[in-house]
């Protein structure tokens, strides 16, 4: 399958907000289910059924297509120990792989550093969004960051051409790396010429543009079409970033929820249809987690926070299928009222960085960690 | 070399404001320090007319309005305000308290929570926190109106000592827990169903809603309300020194970013020190403390050791070169700009709001920002350019370096770094000297001027406060 030889593509897709693991991963059959979920629990009748245990959310039905094709992995029960409930701490945590202290790289960005350790290419990392996501920060480690691939470009209304390339010559000299030790001058010279390089050559993704596939407007499918654009021009970028915000379910999460879960599943299902019918998906695994999942109990009309949730894997390299085991949700085994995760993100992590990009995990994350076998 | 009085005004007013131009720099100098730090303090110009912009922009009440355009309303008020430093201690709210449209999707109900923060930006704290704990949009953003005496939901209940407060370390889970079931009942009250246009939200307490049992909140033990936990909060002195601490990241120098404070210490402890025992000397009174904070030498000292957040570099911009007083049609388009910078108003990315400092800065925002504010400081048609392009011919013929040194004492004054000084130097005297004597020479050197001021606004030393 893989005699192309191209080289492995991450794309990590952030559910941030803490998405509510128990009405992801239904355990449909478990009448303490229903007993913690009085208010916000799927009903047994719609949830799409995985086996005799659990079932996925019923806006999920793209993603079982991928699931049913064997193309995606559920990993179950994955956290750290003794969860931290603050949302900001909990995804630093997941960002940067440092649970007892402030970290300040992120797993990516040494992933990134180790893909490309002579920073040959300017775009290794592209990420969308409007701001740079931790994960991905490393010391002189270039990240492209894109709000929108029309308008990237600096002092572009600069109309006449050969004054604005005088401009952007000295705009070069200026942002060159100084002598000195000011951490933060250099990385504003660092920034300010990757944005110049980035721009030029992210620019040519779109022009050479052309699909079948019809995304939806919403932001999630956007992201997505403009990662498949950046892909599918072959610039070599190896990990590609977004998010989806809004999984802070406490309140009115039934409906929220069901959004959210829609607008994912579709955008993941479009863009992998996309890259096929350019014949470039074979070479591309998606990644999503979220830092934590939610209460056991509901709240009476949302959930509030948790520790222990679902990641899953979606590629035609993954190994479709469930990993990992559903934590217990027997009154006793709760901690805080929460479940307690039962696989360590960063084996999850350890399985992404060997056994797909081929880089040593240990160093990123920190140790050994029990790796779930999708790759 | 700049002139140290007006330098130093010029900081004050880039911390404690927006930015001045220079006419009002050098009227403030005349004036003198502190002098002008009181006037901050306690200002005595009229606050700006809430109503004024929906007079012009009506489509901006009661509608939804495009992303990103709600804060127009607000955005004026910044540009025109003469009352700057309420109005940064509004924003100063808005970053921590951060409550967004995102879930809200009622701008009347946002820029009411707005007005609130004006009352209370630079009033008593613990008061405040009552009024956040009453103020619809802060209620809904946080699932307070789904807090019930059966059913607690604890949102509310966490951030208000995690984000609002104390900060990570300093309460337990069931603190957390005591602390929500304090604030249960404390709601909005229903409104008519939707018809023409939505209903502003009103508080509401319902006893029947609230849990009136017995609570243990930080070891003290009573039937605690609402009132009460923040009177407790109030009494912490990790809660003094964590809005010391925020009072320094955004008026001072950056600090890492707020989840790590548990972990990290200060960057200068003896300030924080200092900060913290001037607002728990005075009760928890917001004033005193900003006083002490703009008239102390670690202020003073901390010239440019800030990278501008995206408001602050619009705004900034803006109030320099002019020309955005009256609410234009494209103020929509204004309101916008510093959402593609990475802060957009009224719509936080949580409830932890944004990550400050360096973490403004990567290659999109960067771009972004470099692309808007050299549009408008190179924009010869405003009337704060003119002014430079008027000084600057009031000078007469000047050689390449007097021309460079001339228009960054006039855009900041901004001190730059040798290497940067050299590259804008070699860059003036590719046309040679700045000449005034013939109307030919006289447009391409005003032209000239909106190109050095364009250079000099994308330099790295600019994007610092």
Not at chain 2, 1 to 30: C, K, P, S, V, Y
Not at chain 2, 55 to 61: G, S, V
Request: net charge negative.
């Amino acid at each position: 399958m893989t005699s192309t030889k191209k080289d492995p593509v991450l794309v990590v897709l952030q559910l941030s907000g803490g998405n509510d693991y128990m009405n992801t991963l239904v355990p449909y059959t478990d009448p303490l289910y229903r007993d913690y979920r009085q208010n916000v629990s799927i009903p047994e009748n719609d949830v799409l059924v995985l086996d005799d245990h659990i079932g996925l959310h019923p806006s999920m039905g793209p993603l079982k297509g991928l699931y049913d094709q064997g193309k995606m992995a559920i990993v179950h029960g994955v956290g750290y120990p003794d969860s931290i409930r603050s949302h900001f701490r909990s995804m630093d945590i997941w960002h940067t792989c440092e649970p007892d202290k402030n970290g300040e790289e992120g797993w990516l960005g040494q992933a990134a550093r180790d893909l490309d350790p002579n920073k040959e290419n300017i775009v290794t990392t592209v990420s969308f969004g409007y701001s740079l996501f931790r994960a991905l920060v490393s010391p002189g480690v270039p990240v492209a960051c894109v709000d929108n691939l029309d308008s990237y470009g600096l002092l572009t209304d600069i109309g006449v051409q050969e004054e604005r390339t005088k401009i952007l010559d000295r705009f070069a000299r200026m942002y060159a790396p100084a002598v000195g030790n000011d951490m933060v001058m250099d990385y504003l010279g660092q920034t300010g010429l990757e944005a110049m390089a980035g721009a030029d050559i992210l620019k040519v993704a779109h022009q050479n543009y052309a699909s079948s596939v019809e995304y939806a407007e919403t932001s999630i499918s956007q992201k997505l079409k403009s990662i498949a654009k950046v892909h599918l021009a072959g610039l070599g970028t190896r990990i590609f970033y977004c998010d989806q915000a809004g999984f802070d379910t406490h309140a009115n999460q039934l409906g929220t929820h069901a959004t959210l879960w829609k607008d994912v599943s579709e955008g993941i299902v479009d863009f992998f249809s996309d890259l096929r019918e350019h014949n470039a998906a074979d070479n591309v695994v998606m990644l999503l987690f979220t830092e934590f999942g939610r209460r056991a109990k509901d709240n009476g009309s949302g959930t509030d926070h948790g520790s222990g949730g679902a990641a899953f894997a979606i590629g035609d390299a993954v190994k479709g299928g469930q990993y990992g085991e559903y934590p217990s949700i027997k009154l006793e085994d709760l901690q805080h009222g929460d479940l307690v995760p039962n696989l360590d993100f960063r084996g999850l992590y350890s399985t992404v960085l060997e056994d797909w990009l081929g880089l040593d995990a240990k160093p990123i994350v920190k140790g050994t960690f029990e790796k779930p076998r999708f790759l | 070399m700049a002139d140290q009085n007006i330098a130093l005004m010029a900081h004050l007013m880039r911390r404690a404001g927006f930015g001045a131009g220079r006419e009002e720099l050098e009227a403030r100098a005349a004036k003198g320090y502190e002098a002008t730090v009181e006037e901050l303090v306690n200002p005595k110009e009229e606050p700006i007319d809430q109503y004024r912009f929906v007079r012009y922009h009506p489509e901006f009440i009661r509608t939804v309005t495009l992303p990103g355009m709600g804060g127009a309303n607000w955005l004026h008020t910044m540009i025109t305000t003469k009352r700057p430093l309420e109005e940064k201690m509004v924003l100063f709210w808005h970053q921590i308290f951060a409550t967004g449209i995102s879930k809200v999707d009622h701008y009347n109900v946002m820029n009411a929570q707005l007005t609130m923060f004006r009352e209370n930006a630079m009033g008593n704290y613990r008061d405040f926190l009552v009024a956040l704990a009453k103020d619809p949009a802060m209620i809904y953003w946080l699932d307070n109106n789904e807090n019930h005496a059966e059913a607690v939901n604890e949102n509310w209940g966490r951030e208000l000592l995690e984000l609002f407060s104390m900060g990570v370390g300093n309460y337990t889970e069931d603190d957390v827990r005591e602390c929500s079931r304090a604030f249960t009942g404390w709601t909005i009250a229903k409104t008519p169903p939707r018809a023409y246009g939505r209903y502003d939200w009103v508080f509401e307490f319902l006893e029947s809603d609230h849990d009136d049992g017995e609570k243990t909140f930080l070891g003290h033990t009573g039937n605690f309300d609402g009132e009460d936990v923040i009177g407790i909060i109030c009494q912490q002195p990790a809660t003094a020194r964590f809005v010391a601490r925020h009072l320094y990241n955004f008026f001072v120098a950056d600090e890492p970013q707020v989840p790590s404070w548990s972990v990290t210490p200060p960057k200068d402890p003896e300030a924080i020190e200092i900060l913290a025992k001037a607002f728990g000397d005075s009760g928890y009174e917001l004033k005193p403390v900003l006083s002490v904070l703009f008239n102390s030498e670690f202020f003073k000292n901390a010239r440019f050791a800030k990278i501008k957040s995206p408001i602050e570099a619009v705004v900034g911009a803006v109030r320099f070169a002019g020309g955005a007083e009256f609410p234009a049609p494209g103020i929509g388009n204004l309101a916008r700009q510093s959402g593609y910078m990475g802060q957009e108003l009224l719509n936080p990315p949580s409830v932890e709001g944004w990550h400050t400092g360096v973490e403004w800065v990567n290659s999109g925002a960067l771009m972004k920002r470099i692309n808007f504010t050299a549009g408008v400081l190179g924009d010869i048609e405003r009337p704060g350019i003119q002014t430079i392009i008027g000084k600057l011919q009031a000078e007469g013929d000047l050689a390449p370096e007097d021309f460079v040194n001339t228009c960054l004492d006039l855009a900041g004054p901004l001190e730059v770094k040798p290497a940067t000084h050299r590259e804008l130097i070699e860059h003036a005297s590719e046309k040679g000297d700045l000449s005034w004597n013939s109307n030919q020479a006289a447009n391409a050197s005003t032209a000239r001027v909106g190109e050095m001021l364009k250079l000099i606004a994308s330099v790295r030393e600019f994007q610092y406060s």
